[in-house]
């Protein structure tokens, strides 16, 4: 089941949940899910060349390739060195088209630098250590918001970690609305997800679902309640599936659940 809800089936979806908060969990893979594609403008999309990015420079600058812009960027310690690393979230400034010729945002690269000596003393520099297109997925439906919102934080460095956060919104063809946030710590050289928290609404119906997934302490919170009241009735279990997700190693973040449905 994707996360494209129905109202009609809101209420099972969330029972189903709580009923399988032990199950297997997935890992961060797979497409870009149903909830980016459906509509009466969702089609296949042509394939993008992604260009290559520098492994070390000099500059911010030297990490966007031509023809592409910069969406949003942090700045922060990730590795512990005390020195700003850099993340970026660059944007093709082609745009993508719908099969009726709607545009539509531009493919997207996430792409994180360490702080990194320059050529000479007293010069920084950047080596990049990730380059990933797959976790924000390319919009395929005029219908459907742009599921990374550059200007409401979607892209931060917090407590010396990474922090992204997706939304999902359809003016037509689906009553749910949801949002996802992701924190990746840096461990062995590679980004690994250690909180995962989503907030899911039925804007027929009400009812919302809160989910918190604690990788590092294995713990699944689960929490039901709805928009007319702050009260959530929540069930804590320990949390199944995979002790470790890597964001390269992964798919969209659109698609990505803690729980198997």
Same mark, same amino acid.
């Given at each position: 089941?994707?996360?494209?809800?129905?109202?009609?089936?809101?209420?099972?979806?969330?029972?189903?949940?709580?009923?399988?908060?032990?199950?297997?969990?997935?890992?961060?893979?797979?497409?870009?899910?149903?909830?980016?594609?459906?509509?009466?403008?969702?089609?296949?999309?042509?394939?993008?060349?992604?260009?290559?990015?520098?492994?070390?420079?000099?500059?911010?600058? *030297? %990490? /966007?390739?031509?023809?592409? !812009?910069? @969406?949003?960027? &942090? =700045? $922060?310690?990730?590795?512990?060195?005390? +020195?700003?690393?850099? *993340? %970026? /979230?660059?944007?093709?400034? !082609?745009? @993508?088209?719908? &099969? =009726? $010729?709607?545009?539509?945002?531009?493919? +997207?690269?996430?792409?994180?630098?360490?702080?990194?000596?320059?050529?000479?003393?007293?010069?920084?520099?950047?080596?990049?250590?990730?380059?990933?297109?797959?976790?924000?997925?390319?919009?395929?439906?005029?219908?459907?918001?742009?599921?990374?919102?550059?200007?409401?934080?979607?892209?931060?460095?917090?407590?010396?970690?990474?922090?992204?956060?997706?939304?999902?919104?359809?003016?037509?063809?689906?009553?749910?609305?949801?949002?996802?946030?992701?924190?990746?710590?840096?461990?062995?050289?590679?980004?690994?997800?250690?909180?995962?928290?989503?907030?899911?609404?039925?804007?027929?119906?009400?009812?919302?679902?809160?989910?918190?997934?604690?990788?590092?302490?294995?713990?699944?919170?689960?929490?039901?309640?709805?928009?007319?009241?702050?009260?959530?009735?929540?069930?804590?279990?320990?949390?199944?599936?995979?002790?470790?997700?890597?964001?390269?190693?992964?798919?969209?973040?659109?698609?990505?659940?803690?729980?198997?449905?």
């Amino acid at each position: 089941m994707t996360m494209h809800w129905q109202r009609l089936g809101f209420s099972v979806l969330v029972a189903a949940l709580l009923a399988l908060a032990g199950n297997a969990a997935p890992g961060l893979a797979g497409q870009s899910g149903r909830a980016q594609g459906e509509g009466e403008d969702a089609d296949e999309l042509p394939p993008v060349v992604y260009p290559a990015i520098p492994a070390k420079v000099e500059n911010r600058s *030297a %990490l /966007v390739p031509p023809g592409w !812009t910069i @969406d949003a960027e &942090a =700045s $922060g310690d990730l590795d512990g060195d005390r +020195r700003p690393d850099l *993340a %970026l /979230v660059i944007r093709s400034q !082609t745009p @993508d088209l719908t &099969a =009726s $010729g709607r545009p539509l945002v531009g493919p +997207r690269m996430l792409i994180v630098a360490f702080a990194a000596n320059g050529p000479s003393p007293g010069k920084n520099a950047y080596e990049r250590v990730a380059v990933n297109h797959r976790f924000i997925p390319r919009s395929n439906n005029g219908d459907v918001e742009d599921c990374f919102h550059a200007d409401e934080d979607a892209l931060s460095i917090t407590g010396g970690k990474l922090v992204l956060t997706l939304n999902f919104f359809a003016s037509a063809g689906s009553w749910s609305t949801w949002s996802k946030t992701y924190t990746f710590g840096w461990q062995n050289g590679t980004a690994m997800l250690e909180r995962f928290a989503s907030i899911d609404t039925d804007r027929s119906s009400g009812e919302m679902l809160d989910t918190v997934a604690d990788y590092r302490t294995r713990r699944l919170t689960l929490g039901r309640g709805t928009i007319e009241s702050d009260a959530l009735k929540t069930r804590t279990s320990r949390l199944h599936g995979p002790v470790r997700v890597s964001l390269e190693g992964g798919g969209s973040g659109m698609d990505f659940e803690p729980v198997a449905r």
